[in-house]
Each structure stands twice: as C-alpha cells, then as structure tokens.
C-alpha cells in the first residue's frame, strides 16, 4: 500500500469591502481547516480566532485517541468556549462561526462541519462538493423547490440554519472520508464560493500547484466583486517519499494559520468586556447607534435566545401535561365500560373495570355478587372464574354467570335420621306395660 502525505497551502484576504478579517484558516500535514466567523461588530473574528485556536491543537500525534472522537470532542471545547467568552462578555452575544476541518490520520480524514463554508474534492479533474450547507436555501434545494443554479443568486442564500454559537442547540456533521493518491481538498469560506462558481473553482484547483491555484482562487474572487472575507485552505494527498517540493509554501513542514487567528482578534471595548478602553463619550455613543448595520450581521447573525423563552417553554410544557392527563382520563373512562366475571368471598361476581393492579389507581369495582357459590361449579370452570372471564358488556357478564349457573350443583338436602325397629318396639311394650 503507497504511504501518503498530505500537502497544503493557507491563503486569506479582507476583501474589497470589509474592513476586517472574519475568517481563520489553519493547514499543515495532519489538518486542515476553514472557520467563517460572523456577526459583524458583535465579534465574529474572536469567534472564528477562539474556535480555530481550540481546533489546531488536534495538529499533534493522537496515538490513544480515535481522530473522529478527538474531531468531536475539539469541536464541543470551541462551541463551549464561545460560550464562555459570551457569558464573560454578554456584548459579543450573537457571534458566532462555520467550521470546516479535515484531520488526516496517515489514510483517512475524520471531517467535521457547520454552517456554509464548504469543502471540495477533485478527483481525476473532477469537482464534487463532499460538504452540505446548512443553510435555508439548501434546504429548498433539498425539497425541490429551488435549483442550485437558482440557490445562488437566492437573496436569502447565507441564512443560515445551523452555526456554531457556543450553545447546544446546534449540531455539526461528523464523518470518515477516504482519500485517494492524487486527491486535492478544498475548504473555503462562502467569499469565495458567493463569488467563483464552481466550473470556475474546479478549473483553477486544477492548477499545476496548490499553491498557484490558491492564489487564482483568491484573485478571481476579488475580481468578481470581493464583497466578502476569502479564505482558502487546500490539501493534497501525495506519496510519502520523504522529499518536500521546495517549490511549494508547505516545504518547509511548518503549519500555516490565517486571518482573525493569526493576528489575534480586535480587542473589545464594550462596557460588558472588562477591557481598559476609555468610556464612549455621548457623541461617540450616538454615532454607534446610528451607524450603518454591517452587512454581516444582516446576514449572518443568529437571532438572540428570546429572554421570554422559559414562558414558552412553560407553556409548551403545560401542553404536554395536559396532553398526557386528557390521555389519562380518556384511558380510565375507557376502563370503566368494561366488565369481567371474577370470584368474591367464594362467590361468582361480576366486575366493572379492568383486571389491573396498579399503585394508588382503582380500576375495578364490584358490580353485583351472585348467588352461585364458587365451590358448586367444576373445578376447570371454577378455575376460570378465578382467573377472570372478560366480558364485551354488562350483558354479555350477565350471560356468562347464567352459563355458570346451568353448570352449577346444587346439593341435595340431607335427610332426616329414621328411628330403628327395635327402638320402637320397646317404646310399645312400655306404653303396654
């Protein structure tokens, strides 16, 4: 079997009309890895930075781990530490970030992914996308109701349904996939994928390099109108011959980070942050509120928890608790239309309810007690009574204790003793005598 090592290349730019890096880009030989922070002033560059710095410590020797499960566990501890710094600092709340990781594990990867940067293959020049977005349009996609030539042109084509936020309603995709000599990945935020189709990416991944066909990538979205942060990380699958080409960035085996990562994200001086920045002044505070929204966060950013979630919450948990109880009455009202014939005392009895023992809830009652003693029927029969004989009415019980009673025995009376011969005769010869 032919060893294989992975090459790579990390490329990012602002764009032509951001004024800050969103995104993070990590690559080296065992990872690589594309996050697309969010939320514009509300800090999505820390959340990109924070999650990737969580993420690009799996760059190590795993020899106790399965890399799937390290994969997972990587991404809960960025998602928790979102969290963290959002509970920290309550300013940054609604940032949030996509995530796109591949970790090679010398002959498979363990890939993970949320939101809408994607990830690409191609294969014998061929382009797939192996990634599904999480994303509104997708999902009409998915339905039928939208073409993917039409997905992206779509105006709500970004809105996403699933981002990592730093709580747990949110899920990635985790899953093996196989790797093959000669396979080249591509893992991008949607700066590029928005402005370079596919056709496009699939001709200039076919580029001689990696390194060159970051470079085109990068370019040609720039060139389509950069409305957005680009970010590119590609991998290739080459034979392990020990040789680096010295041609290409990856040469010298150091790991390349990019973007919010790399520089450290902004600092932040929100009154929640804790930081040492001088307060607003009231001119400066009135222009913040009137500043123009950053596209980004009418894009991307996540609606905030309601904080009058625990009041539905409330309320849909009443729901099921009456849904439950209106169960339970209907199911006892139900109990109290049956009948069954049953013993009491030794004697054949008819029931209502159901034969069922259950703590602290009565479903049957005494009816009526006949006359028929238990012990005149035969014993199989009696058996049977004491067992319980279901009945489909008050009738049809009715009917059965009569069966029963043709079937009863009714003991003759026992005569009374007759006096002897002999002790008559001498009851003669005294009233003789």
Same mark, same amino acid.
């Given at each position: 079997?032919? +060893? ?19 995104d $993070?880009?990590?690559? *080296?030989?065992?990872?690589i ?6 939320? &514009? ?14 993420i690009r ?41 996509t ?8 002959e ?14 191609l ?15 997708? *999902? ?6 939208l ?17 990592m ?8 995709? %985790?899953?093996? %996939? ?6 080249? %990945?591509?893992?991008?935020?949607? &700066? ?22 970051a *470079? ?8 389509? &109108? ?13 034979e392990?011959?020990?040789? !680096? ?9 150091q ?5 919010a990562? $790399?520089?450290?994200?902004? !600092? ?9 920045g001088? +307060?607003?002044? #009231? ?15 009418? #894009? ?26 209106a ?5 006892? =009202?139900?109990?109290?239309? =049956? ?30 007690v ?9 014993? %199989? ?6 067992? &319980? ?9 009715? =009917? ?8 009863a025995?009714? !003991?003759?009376?026992?005569? $009374? ?6 002790? +008559? ?5 005294? =009233?003789?005598?």
């Open positions: 079997m032919t +060893s294989l090592t992975l090459r790579y290349v990390a490329l990012t730019d602002v764009g032509l009309r951001r004024s800050m890096n969103q $993070s880009g990590y690559a *080296s030989g065992r990872l890895a594309v996050a697309d922070g969010m939320g &514009g002033a509300a800090a999505g560059d820390l959340a990109s930075a924070e999650a990737m710095n969580v410590q799996l760059d190590r020797e795993l020899p106790d781990i399965d890399p799937l499960e390290a994969l997972e566990k990587a991404v809960a501890h960025a998602n928790h530490r979102l969290g963290e710094l959002v509970q920290d600092d309550p300013s940054v709340e609604g940032m949030g970030t995530l796109e990781a591949m970790l090679w594990d010398g498979r990867f363990a890939t993970a992914h949320i939101g809408d940067s994607r990830a690409y293959l294969r014998d020049g061929e382009l797939t996308q192996i990634s599904t977005d999480h994303t509104f349009v997708q *999902s009409l996609v998915e339905e039928g109701k073409t993917p030539e039409e997905a992206r042109v779509h105006p709500h084509r970004s809105l996403l349904l699933r981002v936020l730093g709580r747990d309603d949110n899920e990635a995709d %985790f899953d093996w %996939f196989e790797g093959q000599l000669g396979d080249r %990945f591509l893992l991008c935020s949607d &700066g590029l994928s928005d402005m370079v189709d596919d056709a496009t990416i699939e001709r200039l991944l076919s580029s001689e390099t990696i390194d060159a066909a *470079s085109e990538l990068v370019r040609t979205a720039l060139e389509n &109108g950069g409305y957005d942060n680009v970010t590119v990380v590609i991998g290739e699958l080459v392990d011959d020990g040789e !680096p080409d010295e041609n290409l960035s990856s040469s010298d085996g790991p390349q980070l990019v973007g990562a $790399s520089g450290g994200p902004r !600092p932040r001086t929100g009154q929640a942050s804790g930081g040492t001088k +307060s607003r002044t #009231r001119g400066e505070a009135k222009r913040e509120r009137e500043r123009e929204p950053d596209p980004e966060e009418l #894009r991307y950013a996540p609606v905030p928890p309601s904080k009058w979630r625990w009041v539905r919450r409330l309320v849909a948990l009443a729901v099921v608790v009456g849904a439950i109880a169960g339970l009455f209907y199911a006892y =009202q139900w109990t109290q239309d =049956q009948y069954y014939v049953a013993a009491s005392d030794g004697k054949v009895t008819i029931y209502r309810g159901v034969q069922a023992d259950i703590p602290l809830v009565t479903l049957q009652r005494v009816d009526e006949t006359d028929i003693e238990l012990d005149t029927l035969p014993a %199989f029969r009696a058996e049977q009574v004491e067992g &319980g004989l279901e009945a489909d009415s008050r009738a049809n019980a009715e =009917q059965i204790v009569e069966n029963l009673r043709d079937l025995v009714v !003991p003759e009376p026992t005569p $009374s003793p007759s006096p002897t011969p002999s002790a +008559s005769a001498s009851a003669d010869d005294e =009233q003789g005598a």
